[in-house]
């Protein structure tokens, strides 16, 4: 979580690329528009959002579901900059999501790791567990 500009996408790359070396399931990054095809290994599943109409949480949890249901084998979801890809800002939907996450992550054993795109001091305690 962090201003535009202040490191979030070159870090989740980073993250993405030490994944691809220590884990061993199948990796997915969801990104708004294609701008990572280049610096992700070509292994990891890159979605570029936009092309699915993905545009509320409720839409993101089911298709996330829908990428679960067709591949066991994911181990881990990256998420680059939630709020642009629904068009959103930080609201109490926000920290909903990440609950939902959360369990989803415990039951079906997948991580996640996304960025958001707003200044830090509104995160709630809650989700200042996710740092």
């Known amino acids: 979580m962090g201003v535009k500009g202040s490191g979030k996408t070159k870090r989740l790359i980073e993250l993405i690329q030490t994944a691809v070396k220590e884990e061993h399931g199948d990796l997915v990054c969801i990104e708004r528009k294609p701008q990572l095809t280049y610096d992700i ?39 680059d900059n939630l709020f642009k890809i629904l068009g959103v800002t930080f609201d109490e939907r926000t920290e ?20 958001v795109s707003a200044d830090i001091s509104l995160a709630s305690d809650y989700m200042k567990k996710f740092f």
């Open 96 to 115: 909903e999501f990440l609950a939902w996450c959360e369990d989803f992550s415990n039951r079906e054993n997948v991580s996640f790791t996304m960025t």
């Open 41 to 79: 290994p070509h292994t990891v599943r890159l979605v570029t959002a936009s092309d699915y109409g993905i545009s509320s949480y409720d839409v993101m949890k089911g298709f996330i579901c829908g990428l679960h249901a067709g591949n066991y084998d994911i181990s881990h979801i990256f998420i």
